[in-house]
């Protein structure tokens, strides 16, 4: 899936990969991150 | 997922629309996945949030597939994800995620 110029929400994890982070990766993508937050599974 | 995010989530597809929109996760556990991505395709499966019912059925991937790697600049991926990607059981994460978008013949 091509996400150069799309819309992104990224869900991350504090588990996993934090939100931020997923975030600065898709931008350097190209694509446009619209909500970016850090979710802690219990 | 809490039900603050929930409603942020359902923002964001009542704002841009969901034909346009691509949730990437980044949890290590597939339990986590498995409600992460049902909670944006189907509807929050404990049916406690706002998108209790929402069907969105927005394309879910995960930061840690080849497909999404491949297209980030590769000295952001290292230093935002290269620690986590050694640490976490990236395998464990394709197959779940591979599951849960049913792309496994199940």
Known sequence: MKLEGRKVIALGERDGVPGEAIASCLASAGADVVFSFTECFV | ?106
């Open chain 2, 1 to 106: 997922m809490g039900p603050e995010s929930q409603s942020q989530i359902k923002a964001v597809a009542d704002r841009f629309g969901t034909d346009d929109l691509v949730v990437v996760l980044g949890a290590a556990d597939p339990e986590a996945l498995e409600v992460a991505a049902e909670t944006v395709t189907t509807g929050d499966p404990a049916y406690a949030g706002p998108l209790a019912g929402v069907s969105l059925g927005l394309p879910v991937v995960h930061i840690l597939e080849p497909e999404v790697k491949e297209q980030v600049d590769p000295d952001v991926y290292s230093e935002q994800v290269g620690l986590l990607e050694l640490t976490l059981d990236t395998d464990a994460v394709q197959t779940a995620m591979r599951k849960l978008r049913h792309e496994d013949g199940e």
